[in-house]
């Protein structure tokens, strides 16, 4: 199979238009005109996954986090990015990343993890705003108001079990939150992955909890006692991102074989 037929398919459910402007999607390694024989699909591109491709006879990597995600003013194996990047290329593996464009479709990164949660009544957090430049194309795609930051839904449960469930579905050691204003919640607002930004909104919309990541000492004080926010790590709140992947192009594609990474590419470690 094409490349290109596999990346039409992706990008047909998460557009690149959707990036936020610091990131870098698509096709960091490769051609579109290579054919694929086998994908490993991963949370992180590292080479150990590269290492994985290599052993299951893979010639594409599919992953949530871009690999190059900064400018590079060298590739070289001074670094381990420069290190994967080599290993892929000398090897003939693609390489190819859909990150806040998946982030911001309500099908999406947070779609995940409303599932695993069982929220009901789901919507987008915060609206995805389109520059003067995109607007007739965002508009387009966004007929329907699912297109964005977050997600915000209902579900009642007391915080204790809420916490334990966390614990449980996202296999956290341990996590960090604010006071426990109060004992039940009915409204639960989520971002995977870093959702500072957030925290405002999702105040806005009467959440009781915000479940997000990469949250900063300051950042606590902003719930002012109006929201439980909780902090469960960046990996931890991502890491079902792979099956999301996995799930979606079984259903699309045929005659290419699908692997879940069983690499832990987490680089947090817990004492």
């Not at 915000?152 to 915080?159: A, E, F, N, V, Y």
């Not at 992955?193 to 997000?212: E, M, P, Q, R, Y």
Request: proline content about 2%.
């Amino acid at each position: 199979m094409k490349l290109t037929k596999i990346i039409e398919s992706l990008e047909k459910w998460a557009p690149p238009i959707l990036q936020q402007s610091y990131d870098n999607c698509g096709l960091l390694v490769g051609s579109k005109k290579n054919n694929i024989n086998g994908c490993i699909i991963s949370l992180d591109c590292t080479e150990d996954v590269i290492d994985e491709a290599i052993k299951k006879r893979c010639n594409l990597v599919i992953s949530h986090h871009p690999l190059i995600f900064n400018p590079l003013n060298s590739i070289n194996e001074d670094s381990w990015i420069g290190k994967t990047i080599i290993k892929a290329i000398k090897n003939d593996i693609n390489i190819y990343a859909l990150h806040t464009n998946l982030d911001n479709v309500i099908s999406g990164v947070n779609k995940k993890i409303s599932d695993l949660l069982k929220l009901k009544n789901i919507s987008i957090l915060n609206n995805f705003i389109p520059t003067e430049e995109n607007k007739d194309e965002i508009n387009k795609l966004n007929l329907k108001n699912k297109i964005g930051s977050g997600i915000i839904g209902d579900r009642k449960i007391s915080l204790k079990d809420l916490f334990k469930e966390l614990k449980e579905k996202f296999n956290n050691k341990i996590f960090k939150h604010t006071e426990e204003i109060n004992k039940n919640v009915s409204k639960i607002a989520i971002c995977g992955g870093s959702g500072n930004f957030l925290i405002k909104k999702a105040i806005d919309k009467n959440a009781d909890v915000l479940i997000t990541s990469d949250l900063k000492y300051h950042d606590y004080f902003m719930s002012e006692n109006k929201i439980v926010l909780i902090d469960i790590g960046h990996y931890e709140s991502e890491q079902h991102t792979k099956d999301l992947i996995f799930e979606y192009l079984n259903k699309k594609l045929t005659n290419i074989a699908l692997h879940l990474s069983n690499v832990d590419t987490n680089p947090v470690k817990y004492f």
